[in-house]
């Protein structure tokens, strides 16, 4: 998505209708989160939200 500049990207269904838009920050965001659950060691059962970071 970078090397091409591309920011957004639209969802469709099955039919092709639009459902909602993707961004490069949504994607990021989500990385930074995993992350930092990974490197805190949180198992499933003790996770604590992340503040949201976009």
Do not use: Y
């Not at 970078?2 to 957004?8: C, E, G, Q, W």
């Not at 805190?40 to 003790?46: A, C, F, H, I, K």
């Amino acid at each position: 998505m970078h090397r091409l500049n591309i920011r957004h990207l639209v969802v469709v269904d099955e039919n092709n209708n639009p459902v909602g838009v993707i961004s490069i920050g949504d994607i990021v965001g989500e990385s930074t989160r995993l992350k930092a659950l990974a490197e805190q060691g949180v198992s499933s059962d003790d996770e604590e939200p992340i503040p949201c970071t976009d």
